[in-house]
């Protein structure tokens, strides 16, 4: 693997992790595609640092479990704001 990418895929899980972020935010704070990340954090990472592709994990299943509550917000919001 490429050096620049572990780093990249370690530097987007310390973000995750630090940012309690989502998949959708750290994709656009790297400039990569979502399934960049995913697939940094979800394969690449856990051959580089197994603890922090753990943790990582975390973060992002939390998120997942949670996205029907944010969408909904979101849907709220911004029908609120609509008339």
Known sequence: ???????????IATYII?????VRQAAKKFGVSKSTIHKDVT???????????????KVLDMNKS???????????EKYLHHN
């Open 18 to 22: 630090e940012e309690k972020a989502t």
């Open 1 to 11: 693997m490429k050096e620049y990418i572990e780093e990249r895929a370690i530097e």
């Open 66 to 76: 949670e996205r029907h509550i944010r969408g909904g917000l979101a849907t709220k």
């Open 43 to 57: 394969e690449r990472l856990i051959q580089i640092n197994p603890g922090l592709a753990l943790e990582a994990r």
